[in-house]
């Protein structure tokens, strides 16, 4: 699989929605999401199963064939447990993304099956929904990130490319509850991060924000963004899909050296739940330098 013509549908309801998932678990849901057949002649009911290999998942998501499995098996343990809180005319309701997950060991593959309240909001949309490529997210490593792109490209079919976002849907939208009560906070812990990821890895470019204010408080910021009509992912280098670790070994020397490339076997054994393959990495780096002699003179 490749995600390159693979779209993701979604009723705005739930672009906007509740929820919390973590990397992976955004990834599988997109992933099979995208895999839902469009053809105006097929019934599509929440019968229908929709899944894919660690090694579709791996060289749509660029990670290595060992991470994808370890991903996929915690992911899908974790997805039955995860609730969305959907805001409709005159109620909130809470439901359930699926109402089945399988993982095959065999084949290392997974397949879920969207419980009955969900698919509304992905089959049959007639109008009031937002359509991105699977492509353009597929390598994001943030959850807020994720969100943050969904809250933009709903505004995408405006004339004029900006896109106006009020702080209570990002706090609703990203499941923040009390998380960063100051908009201090909210824009350095949550907003800067997001779109810096966003402008690195998607098919938009993010030109700047602005803060939108009532009185003195702020209420809004405004994105403003260009589309990249060139967009198209780094090709995946072979190693991460190959199962074997293809960790240089060190030259014999006597000199000292610095620490080799983090392994697949360093990420999966380091694992924390609810952490990406690149959050990981990032945290054994950090711990590596922590532990570098510090330089006196």
Partial sequence: MTAQNLQVYKSNDLMTANYKLTVAETRIILTCIAKIDRDRNNVV?????????????????????????????????????????????????????????????????VELRFSKDILPYLVDLQGNFTKYSLNAVARLSSPHAFRMYELIIKHRFKCNPTALIFIEDIRFSLALDDAYPLYADLRKRVIEPALEMINAVTDIKILGFEPKREGRKIVAIEVSYAERADFSMDPVQESLISEKDETPKPAKTTRKRKPGPITEKEINAAARPGESTQEVIARLTAERRRAEPVATY
Avoid: P
């Avoid at 290999?53 to 998501?61: P, V």
């Fill in 45 to 109: 009911t929440d019968n229908e199963m929709y899944g894919f290999t660690a090694r579709e998942f791996a060289e749509t998501c660029g990670i290595s064939l060992m991470a994808a499995y370890s991903d996929l098996k915690e992911a899908v343990d974790q997805l039955f447990e995860r609730k969305i809180l959907l805001s409709m005319n005159d109620r909130e309701r809470k439901t359930r993304w699926i109402q089945t997950a399988d993982y095959i060991a065999g084949e290392g593959r």
